[in-house]
């Protein structure tokens, strides 16, 4: 079983080409749809009561346990952004947390035996806060961004030296680290206590760094982007859930949950919100794992 913590959120997004209203969202929510495609999982989250009922059906779907998914008084965490022509910058338009404001994650007593953890990307003494309360669990990987190493560095500094994995996008690798090359980036998050450490680059794929070595996995290529939202929520969601499909966290399994998180994620940027990450097939997601392996693969050749 995997325990995901995080926000679950409703987002209206704005596009070049759209605009979507209050679609459901938060990194809880794209982790679950994901990891839960290849193992058991439990959510810890907190919502309004205006949470709309077709979006707690889903989340009904997905998990196997929403002891942890919490419904207070109050307006569900709200948040609004605006892409750029690239679909890699964004600006926010609004952040309205909601019930998420007083979020104080409680994982149920039954959970906490649990042997994976998906630490969505929440501030990092609600994500501790759920690591104190689980009880040895054998690997933990976690998330962030740039808002909580410009404003809580020292708990995110914590909070590396307790997971097993950490997932962090280049931009944040290097500002974190103060490192240009994102192989010293990775050297030095290393030292501060994770096994692995895994660099997302967008639409260039993602590395996996050990202080036995390296891997470099590309991106599923795409010929249109509808919304990037959620997609490294989603990586992550198909990282830990293949780690626990497989119950194994050694290296090379590593690689093939990165693989499948790069699969999973092409999917969730082909619409708004969830709809198409909810709707694949297994054989949809074995067709892409076949793509992305050609993608990579040359006949052994030696220089004469």
Request: charged share 20%; with cysteine; net charge negative.
């Given at each position: 079983?995997?325990?995901?913590?995080g926000?679950?959120?409703?987002?209206?997004?704005e596009?070049?080409?759209d605009?979507?209203?209050?679609?459901?969202?938060?990194?809880?929510?794209?982790i679950?749809?994901?990891?839960?495609?290849?193992?058991p999982?439990?959510?810890?989250?907190?919502?309004?009561?205006?949470?709309?009922?077709?979006?707690?059906?889903?989340?009904q779907?997905?998990?196997?346990?929403?002891?942890?998914?919490?419904?207070?008084?109050?307006?569900?965490?709200?948040?609004?952004?605006?892409?750029?022509?690239?679909?890699?910058?964004?600006?926010?338009?609004?952040?309205?947390l909601?019930?998420f404001?007083?979020?104080s994650?409680?994982?149920?007593?039954?959970l906490r035996?649990?042997?994976?953890?998906g630490l969505?990307?929440?501030?990092?003494?609600q994500?501790?806060?759920?690591?104190?309360?689980?009880?040895h669990?054998?690997?933990?990987v976690a998330?962030t961004?740039?808002?909580?190493?410009?404003?809580?560095?020292?708990?995110?500094?914590?909070?590396?030296?307790?997971?097993n994995?950490?997932?962090?996008?280049?931009e944040?690798?290097?500002?974190?680290?103060?490192?240009?090359?994102?192989a010293?980036?990775?050297?030095?998050?290393?030292?501060m206590?994770?096994?692995?450490i895994?660099?997302?680059?967008g639409?260039?794929?993602?590395?996996?760094?050990?202080?036995?070595?390296q891997?470099?996995s590309?991106?599923?290529?795409?010929?249109?982007v509808?919304?990037?939202?959620?997609?490294?929520?989603?990586?992550?969601?198909?990282?830990?859930?293949w780690?626990?499909?497989?119950?194994?966290?050694?290296?090379?399994?590593?690689?093939?949950?990165?693989?499948?998180?790069?699969?999973?994620a092409?999917?969730?940027?082909?619409?708004?919100?969830?709809t198409?990450?909810?709707?694949i097939?297994?054989?949809?997601?074995?067709a892409?794992?076949?793509?992305?392996?050609?993608?990579?693969?040359?006949?052994?050749?030696?220089?004469?």
């Open positions: 079983m995997i325990v995901v913590v926000s679950i959120a409703l987002d209206s997004i596009t070049p080409t605009k979507a209203e209050e679609v459901l969202g938060g990194s809880a929510t794209f679950c749809a994901s990891a839960s495609r290849l193992a999982t439990a959510v810890i989250g907190i919502v309004g009561d205006d949470f709309p009922n077709p979006y707690r059906e889903l989340f779907k997905w998990c196997f346990d929403v002891s942890g998914l919490a419904v207070s008084p109050g307006r569900t965490f709200r948040w609004g952004c605006r892409y750029h022509p690239d679909m890699i910058h964004r600006d926010t338009l609004f952040t309205e909601g019930v404001e007083t979020f994650p409680l994982v149920p007593a039954h035996g649990c042997p994976y953890v969505g990307n929440i501030h990092p003494l994500q501790m806060q759920v690591l104190d309360q689980m009880d669990p054998e690997w933990v998330d961004m740039k808002l909580w190493i410009d404003i809580a560095r020292e708990d995110l500094d914590r909070l590396i030296g307790r997971v994995a950490l997932v962090i996008n280049d944040e690798a290097r500002q974190l680290t103060g490192c240009i090359s994102l010293a980036a990775a050297e030095h998050l290393l030292a206590g994770p096994a692995a895994i660099i997302k680059r639409e260039h794929g993602a590395s996996l760094h050990t202080r036995d070595g891997f470099y590309p991106a599923f290529p795409l010929a249109s509808k919304d990037t939202t959620g997609a490294g929520d989603t990586f992550l969601g198909g990282l830990v859930g780690i626990a499909h497989q119950k194994n966290c050694d290296v090379e399994t590593i690689k093939q949950g990165i693989s499948i998180g790069s699969c999973l092409s999917f969730t940027v082909e619409s708004s919100g969830v198409r990450l909810d709707s097939s297994r054989q949809e997601i074995q892409r794992l076949d793509g992305l392996e050609n993608l990579v693969r040359v006949q052994p050749f030696v220089i004469d």
